[in-house]
């Protein structure tokens, strides 16, 4: 199972970008990247996936090195509203790296914005 | 809003109780998996129903058990609850095992006291 390594927080300022790492070293050649978003009080919730190279859409852009051992989610201009945490996961393309079918989730990253 | 519903949304219990929790699945979506979020981590895997059936199952002992209705909604039960069993209980819901996205519900706080 390939394992991910990410920040427990960070802290932000409204306004500027936020870019969260995550190292996932024995990545499979099948693997995507998925990332989850969870507020507090809530279940998680997709935001973004790749395979390789950049992956941009209304929430998030997501960068992938060749050698795919790491990712970065980039996420431009935050908000209050962004406060939250942010899992890394490596899987299928549904994002499931489970032998159950199911997701794995490290700890994330806490990110704080604040005013 | 995902359309996966849980209740109740927060619940208080003693020690040595059994506790049952509830997961309406997302319209269409015929799997349902249960995951435990302890305070600071990350969900870990309970178990997986698929057509009424379990499908998979993560690291819990045998007190953690479920059951998945026709119209696919779904339970957990959690007997002789131990104070570490307090958690948020998550459920997601999705078509077809491991085929396509699953979509979380907000889960239901337990409390165990």
Redesign the interface.
């Not at chain 2, 600071?40 to 895997?45: I, Y």
């Not at chain 2, 499908?55 to 993560?58: L, W």
């Not at chain 2, 095992?97 to 889960?107: K, L, R, Y």
């Given at each position: 199972l390939a394992k991910t390594t990410q920040p427990i927080s960070m802290d932000s300022y409204e306004g500027q970008e936020v870019n969260i790492t995550c190292s996932h070293n024995n990545i499979a050649t099948n693997d995507y990247i998925t990332w989850y978003q969870q507020f507090p009080s809530q279940g998680p919730r997709f935001i973004i996936q790749g395979y390789k190279t950049k992956v941009t859409n209304e929430v998030a852009s997501l960068f992938i090195p060749a050698d795919r051992k790491s990712s970065t989610l980039s996420l431009p201009r935050v908000s209050l509203s962004d406060t939250a945490v942010y899992y890394c996961l490596v899987g299928d393309k549904r994002g499931y790296g489970g032998s159950q079918g199911n997701l794995i989730f490290g700890k994330g990253t806490k990110l704080s914005v604040k005013p | 809003e995902?359309g996966?519903t849980q209740s109740p949304t927060h619940l208080i219990k003693t020690r040595g109780q059994q506790v049952t929790l509830r997961c309406s699945s997302q319209s269409g979506h015929n799997t349902v998996?249960w995951?435990q979020q302890a305070l600071?981590?990350?969900?870990?895997?309970i178990?997986?129903y698929y057509r009424e059936e379990e499908?998979?199952?993560?690291n819990f002992p045998p007190r953690f058990s479920g059951l998945q209705f026709p119209n696919y909604s779904s339970e957990l039960n959690v007997n002789a609850l131990e104070l570490d069993d307090s958690a948020?209980y998550?459920c997601?819901s999705?078509l077809g095992?491991?085929?396509?996205?699953?979509?979380?519900?907000?889960?239901t706080?337990l409390t165990v006291v």
């Open positions: - | 995902t996966v998996s995951y600071g981590q990350g969900p870990q895997f178990f997986q499908n998979g199952r993560g948020l998550l997601a999705s095992s491991g085929t396509t996205e699953a979509f979380f519900g907000q889960g706080r």
